[in-house]
T-cell receptor, first 110, second 115 residues
């Protein structure tokens, strides 16, 4: 099948802590992979993306590497801030369809 | 550019009523799509379109119709609303195809309640 699985939340961290949100996918072919972020009351915004194996997407201190051998695209940030509190969605795209994970809520406390 | 716009922001319907959720984009994107967002289930694709005159089904198409008569507009129709269609609906657009240009841009969402 074609699906995206990400770790359930909520994830609660203190400011400056290290963040990892796991994401794995199943897909035929070679999907593009994305992380989107959703702030309260808003639509989703692209955070970063990778379009082929071993690519690393990065933005605002967040990083994720496209690992074809483990079919994973884990999101990491070395030092989170209160302003990073949001819901994070992993997604894949191929054959004209986007599939999203269920979302992981991140709470960062001062 | 206004980006992706959706109307209305909020809507309450009674079971059996019909309505159309509007979506428009001014970025000349070929690809447009509709999602519903439900707690714990992420976003699920309802219908999508790769260009004017072309539409196709996503994961959860039942109970919804779409059309794409212009590049800019992609309305979503609920023919006979059911309580199971209570959700937040997002429209999105992007360039088509694999590679660097398929970032999706999302509208602000429509919160629909069916009583």
């Amino acid at each position: 099948g074609n699906s995206v699985t990400q770790m359930e939340g909520p994830v609660t961290l203190s400011e400056e802590a290290f963040l990892t949100i796991n994401c794995t996918y199943t897909a035929t072919g070679y999907p593009s992979l994305f992380w989107y972020v959703q702030y309260p009351g808003e639509g989703l915004q692209l955070l970063l993306k990778a379009t082929k194996a071993d690519d690393k997407g990065s933005n605002k201190g967040f990083e994720a590497t496209y690992r074809k051998e483990t079919t994973s695209f884990h999101l990491e940030k070395g030092s989170v801030q209160v302003s990073d509190s949001a819901v994070y969605f992993c997604a894949r795209y191929n054959f004209n369809k986007f599939y999203f994970g269920s979302g992981t809520k991140l709470n960062v406390k001062p | 550019n206004a980006g992706v716009t959706q109307t209305p922001k909020f809507q309450v319907l009674k079971t059996g009523q019909s309505m159309t959720l509007q979506c428009a984009q001014d970025m000349n994107h070929e690809y447009m799509s509709w999602y519903r967002q439900d707690p714990g289930m992420g976003l699920r694709l309802i219908h999508y379109s790769v260009g004017a005159g072309i539409t196709d089904q996503g994961e959860v198409p039942n109970g919804y119709n779409v059309s794409r008569s212009t590049t800019e507009d992609f309305p979503l129709r609920l023919l006979s609303a059911a309580p199971s269609q209570t959700s937040v609906y997002f429209c999105a657009s992007s360039y088509t195809g694999q590679g660097e240009h398929n970032e999706q841009f999302f509208g602000p969402g429509t919160r629909l309640t069916v009583l």
